[in-house]
């Protein structure tokens, strides 16, 4: 894949509003999201008090860690598109209103099931934003040093929003004013972008894709309730059932993006190895690491007894060594691509997640704190090349399409690890603290096919 030319920039900014100061732009992106990622991690260290406020049954306890994903999952393609074609800063601030509304609404849920609703709505408005706020970025620095220097400290506010989602929601009176918090901080949010960030498009002319959009969403609401629902037994019709669902809409949106003169995505990307790097190193984050991570705190509650808050600050040090590598990895870009800090990244996820066997058998949190740090290094590494990569993918007027192609790929593996590590946690004849080991085994031998497949690609290139 060939860099953009200087006329395809012109192209991607010709369409735009006076330009807002790019520092501007980049703190408001960086603080959206933060925020969207702070709501999508506040029940990881409450989920047992949500579990028990709303009487929410073990076996439908990955719901309530799954509504964001399954939302962010189904829309974030269909957001980025939309956002190029019709305006980045447009969807951006609707994405960033919905995000505060549907967060202060859910402290209102009184059943799982208006909980997980209102998770799902979360996940929706978290795509318009996150899509749509790689592409405000890409537009605000069009140098290739420039857009080093945003992505990664975009990707370092993405770590940062894991790192204060639960100290945050762990120093709340309860998770309902949490909510009300974060729902409150995101409508500012949104208030200061109308006037902070400049608009920008890149039509391509002719109808928006709905049918595209139409199937590739109910494509994704299918496999993820398939996931999810799977943890009860594989072999249950109403599984095999909404699998074949999904895999007959996946190969309909194919036949219409083949046929549409305006896709959500471009189908020969697929063809090139940078893009499939993306999108394989979106799909195995979301599998291996936010999978394990969104039910590790729950697990360390339920086995060593520790507070909501005391499993907030033990996680810090995972995500907190995230964020400040994130922050500093761009500058390994110039010396390490991309594809290889990912491989990096997916070595240390795994050799950190492996040191931690039998901690929780021992009952000693001490012995998790090694890997939480090496954990942690490669997690960072993971959250800053994604997005550089992600943009680097496309051409620079399809900005923020690249970005939610890479996401969607993210968020679908979050919600089959969140069911995979449940499952394997739950089903252990030892116990939790032994599923736990289980659980954490499967995630560092993906976390190696991960590393090997990025190299894989880039031989293939």
């Known amino acids: 894949m060939t860099r953009f030319s200087e006329r395809t920039l012109t192209e991607a900014r010709s369409t735009a509003a006076p330009v807002a100061p790019a520092g501007a732009t980049l703190a408001l992106t960086s603080a959206a999201t933060a925020v969207a990622l702070m709501t999508y991690t506040a029940p990881m260290v409450t989920l047992p008090d949500i579990a028990a406020a709303l009487h929410t049954p073990l076996s439908a306890q990955a719901w309530l860690l799954n509504g964001t994903p ?117 409508l500012v949010v949104a208030a200061l972008s109308v006037r902070g960030l400049s608009e920008s498009r890149a039509p391509r002319g002719g109808r928006p894709d709905l049918a595209g959009a139409v199937t590739f969403g109910l494509a994704l609401v299918a496999l993820v309730a398939a996931l999810t629902l799977g943890r009860e037994g594989w072999l249950r019709a109403p599984v095999g059932l909404l699998l074949l669902a999904s895999a007959a809409l996946l190969g309909l949106f194919v036949l219409v993006e083949r046929r549409s003169r305006t896709p959500m995505i471009d189908l020969g990307l697929l063809r090139h190895a940078r ?91 001490v012995r998790l704190l090694p890997g939480l740090v090496v954990a942690g290094v490669g997690s960072g590494l993971l959250n800053a090349a994604l997005p550089l990569l992600a943009v680097e993918s496309v051409p620079a007027q399809r900005a923020a399409m690249g970005s939610g192609a890479q996401q969607t790929f993210r968020y679908i593996g979050s919600c089959a690890g969140v069911a995979l590590t449940i499952a394997l946690a739950t089903s252990s004849g030892g116990g939790l603290a032994r599923g736990a080991d289980v659980a954490m085994v499967v995630s560092a031998g993906l976390s190696v096919v991960a590393a090997a497949s990025v190299v894989l690609l880039r031989e293939r290139a």
């Open 70 to 186: 399954l939302g962010l999952a189904a829309l974030l393609l269909v957001a980025g598109s939309l956002a190029d074609d019709y305006g980045r800063r447009r969807v951006f601030v609707a994405g960033t209103l919905a995000l505060g509304i549907t967060t202060a609404l859910g402290a209102f849920a009184s059943t799982t099931w208006l909980f997980t609703l209102a998770r799902i709505a979360q996940g929706a408005a978290s795509a318009a934003l996150l899509a749509s706020s790689l592409g405000l970025i890409v537009h605000a620095f069009p140098t290739p040093a420039g857009r080093l220097r945003a992505t990664g400290v975009w990707g370092a506010f993405v770590s940062g929003g894991i790192a204060v989602g639960p100290i945050v929601t762990g120093a709340m009176p309860n998770w309902r004013v949490s909510y009300g918090v974060l729902g409150a901080a995101t």
């Open 275 to 365: 893009f499939l790097a993306s999108s394989s190193g979106g799909l195995f984050t979301g599998l291996t690491v936010i999978g394990l991570f969104s039910f590790l705190p729950a697990l360390l509650q339920q086995t060593l007894g520790l507070s909501a808050m005391d499993t907030a600050w033990l996680f810090l040090l995972w995500s907190g060594l995230s964020f400040a590598v994130a922050l500093q990895a761009r500058r390994l870009a110039g010396r390490v691509p991309p594809r290889w800090q990912l491989a990096l990244g997916f070595s240390l996820h795994a050799a950190g997640v492996l040191s931690m066997l039998g901690a929780l058998d021992a009952g000693s949190w």
